[in-house]
């Protein structure tokens, strides 16, 4: 049973940039993705894009194009997501989560990284 | 404006029904996409509830069922109970006009047991 287990706490200066890692337990890489969920607050929830890590394949939502990046390392089953010129909206909670590939849902999560963006 | 349109609040006195409609287009759930509940509670993760718009994850109650009819979706919890209190928003894919194809969530609906 996988589970997913986030990087803890960031606050961030604009214009600056944050790295988040989310490593993966019970499971190996080779079968699934891995997508990037934030929920800003009093918004609801915002996909990012993901990763499949077995082929280095990632996607991108159209508002964060440019702006993310996600990597993955296979040896440790770990997941990253930069994200660069960071701006008060990045304020959010950002999420991992699994993504069986050709489901198009998100099971599990983990457990969240609290990322503030703070002048 | 999220893609998929949910009532912002739902309300329900405990053991009674609510339902949570997910209104979506021919790009998403018209053009046959699944459509996926999760239930966020404060301060734990995303839960999934219901996957491919009927099916319950092992380990979700049977209060929680889900319907999908064209470009409608709708959830349902039975029975209500105090620690149902939380948001729940519908999820689905939406090819939009570029071809380009996106996950999307619609904008939560916060239910509270009164």
Known sequence: ?????????????????????CQASGDTFDSYGIAWVRRTPGQGLEWMGGIIPAFGTTSYAQKFQGRVTFSADASTTTAFMELNTLTSDDTAVYYCARDV???????PWGQGTVVTVSS | ???LTQPPSVSGAP????TISCSGSSSNLGAGYDVHWYQ??????????????????SGVPDRFSGSKSGTSASLAITGLQ???????????FDIGLSGRGREVFGGGTRLTVL
Not at chain 1, 6 to 11: L, R
Not at chain 1, 101 to 107: A, R
């Open chain 1, 1 to 21: 049973q996988v589970q997913l287990v986030q990087s803890g706490a960031e606050v961030k200066k604009p214009a600056s940039s944050v790295k988040v890692s």
């Open chain 1, 101 to 107: 590939v050709g489901s198009h849902f998100f099971d």
């Open chain 2, 1 to 3: 404006q999220s893609v």
């Open chain 2, 15 to 18: 053991g009674q029904t609510v």
């Open chain 2, 40 to 57: 966020h509670l404060p301060g734990t993760a995303p839960k999934l509830l219901i996957s491919y718009n009927t099916n319950r994850p």
């Open chain 2, 82 to 92: 105090a620690d149902d209190e939380g948001d729940y928003f519908c999820q689905s």
